[in-house]
């Protein structure tokens, strides 16, 4: 049974820093990974997908990649900013239709 | 164009109710999820249908129950309701179904169920 982990589960850090948020999971026979952002009591928007052959994707100041050998992913925040302050969830997608999520992270960047 | 739609947006019920929610996916997509997320836990699988059909289904009690209409919009019924039940129902909608295509999911506002 998939099982996917996310550490720390809270970070405070100061406008402008660079920071990881990691994700990792027990089962590599994955699809792809994804990455979403949710702002309180709000559904969940859409950051990064890296598919299984892959081994990272950019957006923006968001870089996520993807170790399927060791069950791990990152996603790296750079120049941080206090619109950054949410939740951060990594999910991997597995062969049956559903994404399995972790718990998240919570991220807050104070100015 | 629109996002994924829910509703109602809250709501509040008592133990034993029966409750509907709804969701209109993306215009153009044909699949339909839904997930349950519980205060501070990640959002766990209910339900995938495509093309009407369900495709997929989680650890759920039969309480639960979907379904998906012709205009691929869809509805969740939960039926004698716990206070356990109290959580964010998620809703997301993709073009296709999903593990084939590697593709994204839209996720729909949710709606916030109590159960008192």
């Known amino acids: 049974k998939q099982e996917v982990t996310q550490i720390p589960a809270a970070l405070s850090v100061p406008e402008g820093e660079n920071l990881v948020l990691n994700c990792s999971f027990t089962?590599?026979?994955?699809?792809?990974l994804q990455w979403f952002r949710q702002d309180p009591g709000k559904g969940l928007t859409s950051l990064l997908l890296?598919?299984?052959?892959?081994r990272e994707q950019t957006s923006g100041r968001l870089n996520a990649s993807l170790d399927k050998s060791s069950g791990r992913s990152t996603l790296y925040i750079a120049a941080s900013q206090p619109g950054d302050s949410a939740t951060y969830l990594c999910a991997a997608y597995q062969a049956g239709t559903a994404l399995i999520f972790g718990k998240g992270t919570t991220l807050s960047v104070s100015s | 164009d629109a996002g994924v739609t829910q509703s109602p947006t809250h709501l509040i019920k008592t133990r034993g109710q029966h409750v509907t929610l709804r969701c209109s996916p993306i215009s153009g997509h044909k699949s339909v999820s839904w997930y349950q997320q519980v205060l501070g836990q990640g959002p766990q699988f209910i339900f995938q249908y495509y093309e009407k059909e369900e495709r997929g289904r989680g650890n759920f009690p039969d309480r639960f129950s979907a379904r998906q209409f012709p205009n691929y919009s869809s509805e969740l019924n939960v039926n004698a309701l716990l206070l356990g039940d109290s959580a964010l129902y998620l809703c997301?909608?993709?073009?296709?179904?999903?593990?084939?295509?590697?593709?994204?999911?839209?996720f729909g506002s949710g709606t916030q169920l109590s159960v008192l």
């Open positions: 890296i598919q299984s052959s892959q």
């Open positions: 997301a909608s993709s073009s296709g179904v999903g593990v084939e295509t590697n593709e994204k999911l839209f």
């Open positions: 089962d590599s026979a994955i699809y792809n």
